[in-house]
């Protein structure tokens, strides 16, 4: 189904929402935005600033974003089927994605409080380390399938902006994916319709305006992946237009030191044409990529069954939660409240 027959589904724009989990761990089932202190800043975006919160009856610790409106974009089909927010943002739950407690409002804004990554930006370690190696990319990029696999397929999502930035880790190194498929409702007046943020990892289709469905995310991962192995995105410019024109024109060009299966890999992920490219037709696609020789040292069964019984290859250090510590220092340095 093309985004033409897909549906907004609302973010507790009447009632504020609690969900299941948070009922299981004994949280409060009517929080207030004001329950929650801000500790420090995580990170920035178009939107604003995500901050780290505290709850105060419980002094869990949770990621708090706020939004001036926010929606999430659903196929159609999916909407038809439950007709209902909560059961939708409730079929979101999976390991590797972000786990949503609470989406809270007041007079002037939204408050998703989300689970609190403690082990930072995927991208923070990659800067740290230069580039992976291919077995640690393949185990993360192995865990972003399985994550993008059930907003797909499970959920009816279509990510649409999968990149670094929204590949966090949890604190025994497992990845987390944040933002699934939220997105932010211009007010009036502001534009819409505009790519915010970094075109590198988005798929020609997107960047030409044409209609497009889940086949943008498969294109997103393959940018994703180049970018673990070797660095950098595939497609580079010093302005917006040129990076745009690479993406839509130019060819793929590999590094020598890539494996012949990472190439093959990536190759099949980044063609142009969405109808040839590995994961446009699922799920038949699914096989294929799970029996790619690029993740022949990783055991999805295992992941998908039992995850926490193997090791990351990145294993986080965390002395202190509240202190961020593998978070950038350009948002944790950041005032809570800007002047």
């Known amino acids: ?26 949280l409060p089932n009517k929080p207030r935005p004001e329950d929650f202190q801000p500790i420090r800043v995580l990170g920035r975006g178009a939107y604003g600033k995500v901050l780290l919160v505290k709850e105060k009856t419980t002094n869990r610790l949770f990621a708090q974003k706020q939004l001036k409106k926010a929606t999430m974009v659903v196929q159609k089909h999916t909407y038809e089927q439950t007709k209902n927010e909560r059961a939708i943002l409730e079929s979101v739950r999976h390991p ?16 998703l409080i989300l689970e609190y990554a403690q082990g930072g930006e995927l991208f923070t370690h990659l800067i740290q380390q230069r580039l992976f190696t291919e077995s640690v990319a393949s185990f993360y990029i192995a865990e972003l399938v399985l994550a993008l696999t059930h907003l797909h397929l499970n959920v009816g999502v279509v990510y649409r902006d ?32 505009t790519i915010l943020g970094t075109a590198e990892y988005i798929a020609p289709e997107v960047l030409l305006g044409e209609p497009y469905d889940s086949a943008v995310d498969w294109w997103s991962l393959g940018a994703v992946t180049f970018d673990l192995l070797t660095g950098s995105p595939p497609f580079t410019g010093n302005n917006y237009s040129k990076i745009i024109e690479k993406i839509t024109k130019s060819k793929l060009v590999l590094p020598f030191h890539l494996s012949p299966y990472a190439k093959d890999f990536v190759t099949r992920l980044l063609r142009k044409d969405p109808r040839k490219r590995l994961g446009g037709c699922m799920p038949a696609d699914l ?45 944790t340095s950041m005032p809570l409240i800007s002047p």
């Open 1 to 26: 189904a093309r985004l033409g027959t897909s549906y907004e589904v609302p973010i507790a724009t009447r009632n504020s929402y609690v969900s299941a989990r948070a009922e299981q761990d004994g």
């Open 287 to 331: 096989d294929k990529i799970k029996k790619h020789k690029f993740f022949r040292k990783v055991d999805f069964y295992a992941l998908e069954h039992d995850y926490r019984s193997i090791t990351p290859p990145i294993v986080p250090i965390i002395t202190d939660p509240a202190l961020a510590e593998n978070f950038s220092d350009e948002f």
């Open 162 to 193: 999968l990149k670094p930035e929204n590949c966090l880790l949890d604190r025994h190194g497992h990845l987390v994916l944040t933002d699934f498929g939220l997105s932010k409702i211009p007010e009036d007046g502001e534009q819409c319709g």
């Open 96 to 111: 590797f994605i972000v786990k949503l407690y609470y989406a809270l409002q007041d007079e002037a804004k939204l408050y």
